[in-house]
């Protein structure tokens, strides 16, 4: 118990040496330390249909022509978007509901996309509107990842 504590105070006294040296927290977090170089990989049923990579700030989808794009605002929400990452091209946002849940919506309209829900440590299962699985992802950005495919392919109407 010490052991926690202490590691808890370091952590605390960290933040306060970072604060009070100016040192700005970055603007979106990847989920763990070590994933900001690792892909997070997409599947609908049994096909890969890509992955999302970690780039200045941003998580980018391989699949998608437009430049989609994804970035954690806070610790319960995502966006996603298209073309230059400016706020007025977010299209799509993710909201936790529980412990293991998210919602996905449109952007600003809040129109219903799915559910990302926890399956795995590293997979995370992709839920339509109707409560359909349409997919799933690997590795350590599922949330990211869930996101941009949901808004990617139901966002303009149809979903896989």
Not at 73 to 89: D, K, L, P
Not at 127 to 151: F, Q, S
Request: charged share 15%.
């Amino acid at each position: 118990m010490d052991r926690r504590i202490a590691l808890v105070l370091s952590a605390v006294l960290a933040g306060v040496v970072m604060f009070a040296a100016g040192a700005a927290p970055a603007k979106t977090l990847s989920m763990h330390a070590s994933s900001s170089t690792k892909w997070t990989y997409v599947h609908a049923g049994s096909r890969e249909v890509g992955h999302i990579y970690w780039e200045s700030g941003f998580w980018y989808a391989s699949w998608a022509e437009a430049g989609a794009w994804a970035y954690r605002q806070s610790a319960r929400v995502f966006f996603s978007g298209y073309e230059s990452e400016r706020a007025a091209h977010r299209s799509g946002v993710a909201r936790k509901r529980a412990i293991h849940r998210w919602s996905v919506s449109t952007f600003p309209g809040f129109r219903a996309l799915g559910m990302l829900i926890w399956s795995a440590p590293g997979r995370w299962l992709i839920v339509n509107k109707h409560g359909k699985r349409i997919g799933h992802t690997e590795g350590p950005n599922g949330i990211p990842a869930g996101l941009v495919w949901l808004d990617d392919s139901c966002g303009g109407g149809g979903c896989h």
